[in-house]
Each structure stands twice: as C-alpha cells, then as structure tokens.
C-alpha cells in the first residue's frame, strides 16, 4: 500500500511541473488540472483543522484564488505541495486566530427552517456493531473535538498535518515558515494535552 | 535513557520521526522497563482512537466546492492582470480614451506596445530611435458594459494598437523594453529574441541581472541556453559563479547543466588552483546527477583537484 503510494505521487509529480507551468502562462485548462491534483486534500486539511464545512469551503475557494493569481510569482524553490499547504494553513490559522477571539461556533444552528446540522456534509469514521462501543466513540469523539479546540492554532495545525495528512515535521516547519524543530516542540506540546485530556478513556 | 526522556519520544517514535540510533535506544529503555512498555501501549491505543476523529468531506461538499470555484475563477478571469498590464503600470503616461465616457474613466482603454510607442516616442529619445506613428486598432475586446440611463449603455473597449520600433540594442529605451520582453510569460519565443539580443550587452548591470534572472528562473530551455551564452563572458564574477553553481545542481535540462559543468570546469582550469566550494558543489553533483557525461567531466574534474568523486 504505502509503496502504491508512493508511485502514484513520483508520477503526479512529472506531470505536476508541466502543468505549472502551462499554467503560468495563462493555460487556464492546466491550472484546473492541478487544482484537481491538490483539491480532495485541501478540503479534506481545511475541514479537519476548522471543523466547521463552511468555513473550509472558503479557505478552499480563498486559497486556490490566491493560488490563480500569485501563480506567476511560483519558482519551484519548493515543491508546489508544500506552496499551496502554505497558503492553505496560513487562512486556516488566520481563521482559528480569529475563533479564539470570538466563541468557538456550535455544531448545530437554529434556521428558518429548522434545525440545521452543520457536520451533515462530513463523513466521520464510524464505529461498526457493539452500540455500547458505539456510545462510548461517540463520547470519546465529543472529547476529542473538546481537546483540539482547546489547542492553540499552531499546535492544532502542528498535529492536523502531522496526523491526518502524514507530512515529516520537516515539510511541515517548511509549509509554517519555521524550523523542524520548533514544529517538533508544537508536536509535543499537542500530544502532551491530548494524553491529559484523553487518558482515562484509553 | 530515563523514563521521562522515554515517554517524551513517543509521539515521534509513533510517526517514524525518530533516528534509527534514537529509536534503538529507546526500544532498549522500553525492554527493560515494564511501566514504560504500558504507557507506550497506551498513547498506542490513544492514537488509534484520535485516527477516529479524523473528518472526510462528502462528495457533495466536494462538487459544490469545486462549482463554486469555477464559477468564481470565470469571474476573476476577465479582471487578472495581465503581464503588459504590469509594465504599463510602470509607466506615468495613461491614456484617456473617449471623453465621452465620463464615469468609467479610470478604466480607459490602455494599450499595451501602443503605451509603449507613446512613452519612447523619437522626440523623448534623443535620436538614434525611430518609432511609427500609432496605428489603427488589431484588436478590440470588451472590457465591460453598462447601464448608462433608459435605453444607453456605456461599453469599455480594450483595443491593441501595434507599432513597429526601431533603434540600436544599446539604446536604453529599446534595452527597457527588450528587458521586459525577456520576463513575458506568455510567449517563450520573445523571451529567446529577447535575451538573444541582450546577451550581447551583459556589460549593464541591469542586463546582466536579466541573464542571471533568466538563467535561474525561465521555463524555457532555450531562453536559458541563450541567457547562459550571455553570462561566459562572467563566469569569474561571484554572483555568477553563484547562479551557476545554483543552476548546475537544480536545472532539470541535461543540456543545460552540460554548458554550466563546461564553463565551471574550463573557468576553474584557467585559474589553476584548487577551490573547496568547488570541490563540494562537484561531490554533490555525483551524488545526484544521471547524465553520464556530466559525471565523466565532473570525476574528471575532481580527480585534477585530487578530491575524492564522493563526500562522506
């Protein structure tokens, strides 16, 4: 599996550069084939880090606008990946920075039309069978949502690209404009809580 | 190793962040002590159930995001700044086209070479330049349309005057405009005219900064060759023998990277002594470099300066 992997991005990539570069120059058929490459994972970072599917919608609409319009100023000095994560996790921070200012928003809104259920668009992980097992990752999900809004926004960002999108610490101090070791520090700091916050139910 | 050293490693130990020495001396901590073993099952279990809370988006979110985004990449398409948009932005002269059009003023129509052609006009030049006069419109596009009271509408043309120039290479009002042809993005072949032309001045500053530009950054293989015939001249020159050092190691053309190890190699033969940046830069090529002939000149290269092919 993880060799799968592995070829299948070595063959994205030779195709990548080209269509970068179609794309600078105004090929505008290009630049919706790389969105296509990177956008599945750009919303897929942007709802875990936010956890709110609007909200990710319009990191995912700002970020690739930005993408079309500073493409030009992009000079394969690192990869395009770790460019557009870049843009991707400076909105998402930008956005968290600004949650910790105002109160953290409910998962359930009252409408015109009733009530809405904001996580409908999101597919969660479900637990299979046993309903005691059920209730109980119910719970610990609940928890877990609890824990990453207490993060701050670095660390939070830290363990999302960490966890759920794999990146090595190194790419991901490149993708926050730091050190590896200062992202290794925001690592620990994250895990650290997690264990205090989630330790009893494991 | 301690137990608190221990339990602080496990994270990186569970993401693979750890050494191969590092994570050995903490398999050796984790085999002697029972308690840490425990907690290391522990944050194991943790991690399985924190993998539980990760969120997928639904395909429907996916598709109205991606809806969304095309529909707004049409709208801001019009609107992009183009690259001439840019140069003109340089210049001070702005033309004001149609009175008549009153309100929409500041979005009058702009020319791009006509602009030009406006601003290095024969008589600002002082001589040796000769530039026709405008020409009727090539092309016109509709910029945008509006209502302007019952029954009008107001519509801003973009319109593309063309007009021939002419003048020496040397003159600084053909250099400017040769300058910003070698940065056009959307036509690699006035690139390769351009820096063509260019590289026969690299004695300016600002022409030699084209080349170097050029060399390091253009898309095309062409524009970079010519850029580089440009810079021979400047091999010995510090912020060239930089680029080139740059451009040896991270260009993607083989051809490219052959004229680069040929002018390094020849350049460092006439100064006749051994450099250890060099040196280094030669042994990080073979780690890396495929073409076989680059690896022949640069074995070769480094067996003359009495290096090892390798760095350990």
Known sequence: MVLQVTVAHAAVRMDESELIRAAQQGDERAFEQLVRLYDQNVLRLALNLLRAPEDANDVFQEAFLRVHKNLHTFRFDCSFHTWLYRIVTNLCLDLLRKRKVRREEAAVVETGEGTLDRMDSVEETRAHGDPQRQLMSRQLKDRIQAVLADLTPRERTVFELRHFQGLRLRTIGEVMGTSEEAAKNCLFRATQKMRTALGDFV | ?312
């Open chain 2, 1 to 312: 190793m301690n137990c608190e050293e221990a339990r602080k490693s496990f994270p990186l130990l569970l993401y693979g962040e750890l050494s191969f020495d590092e994570e050995e001396r903490l398999e050796a901590h984790i085999d002697e002590c029972a308690a840490c073993r425990e907690a290391l099952a522990r944050d194991k279990a943790l991690w399985r159930e924190l993998d539980s809370a990760e969120l997928h988006p639904t395909q429907d979110l996916l598709e109205d995001a991606r809806a969304e985004l095309k529909s707004r990449l049409a709208a801001a398409r019009p609107m992009r700044e183009s690259f001439w948009d840019k140069i003109r932005d340089g210049f001070s002269i702005h033309f004001h086209f149609a009175p008549g059009l009153g309100q929409v003023a500041g979005a009058a129509v702009m020319l791009a070479l006509g602009f030009f052609a406006a601003r290095v006009t024969p008589g600002s030049l002082g001589g040796a330049f000769h530039a026709a006069g405008l020409a009727e419109p090539v092309t016109s596009r509709v910029r945008y349309i509006e209502p302007d009271g019952p029954g009008k509408v107001q519509i801003v043309l973009d319109e593309t005057r063309q007009q021939v120039l002419s003048g020496s290479v040397e003159d600084p009002s053909i250099q400017r405009l040769l300058l910003a042809a070698a940065k056009d993005p959307s036509d690699a072949g006035v690139r390769v005219e351009s820096v063509d032309l260019l590289k026969n001045e690299p004695q300016s500053a600002e022409v030699r900064q084209a080349l170097l530009y050029a060399l390091q950054h253009d898309p095309n293989a062409g524009v970079r060759l010519k850029a580089l015939d440009g810079l021979k001249a400047f091999a010995e020159d510090p912020e060239t023998r930089r680029t080139l050092t740059h451009v040896l190691l991270n260009d993607d053309n083989p051809g490219v990277r052959t004229q680069v190890i040929d002018l390094l190699i020849q350049q460092h033969d006439s100064l006749r002594q051994r450099n250890d940046a060099m040196v280094s830069v030669l042994q990080e090529l073979m780690e890396k470099e495929s073409n076989n002939y680059i690896r022949m000149r640069c074995q070769k290269a480094l067996t003359e300066m009495n290096a090892s092919v390798e760095s350990y």
